[in-house]
């Protein structure tokens, strides 16, 4: 019921976004549905996501135009036309691999005693750690 198709392209493009927001919380990071909360629990706990999802989203398209999102996940598929992973995804997951490559560090630097070969590599994903870490 628009007026042009380039309308109805664009309204499309904003109401795939949205449901992809919902199910970001709802069952794909935040779970609300399992909270089984109501009434002013409720309202708080969106509260609360929508500021966690807004940092989220921000950190996520920091670390895109900052080139991290390779570090983080894969680009795409093999077969696949659109970027596998939303900005939500990419600053939500970003953080836990930050995270776990602190946590298993000790471990890395082993590995690559016993692969110097791959040393660039591992040094191209420790400078991507620490621009993930100033920019959050």
């Given at each position: 019921n628009l007026d042009s198709l380039a309308d109805a392209i664009k309204a499309f493009k904003l109401r795939s976004g949205i449901?992809?927001?919902f199910r970001d919380c709802k069952t794909g990071g935040y779970n609300l549905e399992?909270?089984?909360?109501?009434?002013q629990r409720l309202m708080a706990l969106i509260l609360l996501i929508a500021i966690a999802y807004t940092c989220a989203v921000?950190?996520?398209?920091?670390?895109?135009?900052m080139g991290l999102?390779?570090?983080i996940g894969r680009l795409k598929e093999l077969n696949r036309l659109h970027r596998r992973h939303?900005?939500?995804w990419v600053g939500l997951y970003g953080q836990l691999w930050v995270g776990a490559m602190e946590?298993?560090?000790?471990?890395a630097h082993d590995l690559m005693r016993l692969k110097p070969s791959k040393l660039p590599y591992f040094r191209k994903g420790l400078r991507a750690m620490?621009?993930?870490?100033?920019a959050l």
């Open positions: 449901e992809a927001m399992s909270t089984s909360a109501d009434g921000l950190a996520g398209r920091n670390s895109r135009q999102q390779k570090y939303s900005a939500f946590f298993w560090a000790d471990l620490s621009l993930i870490q100033s």
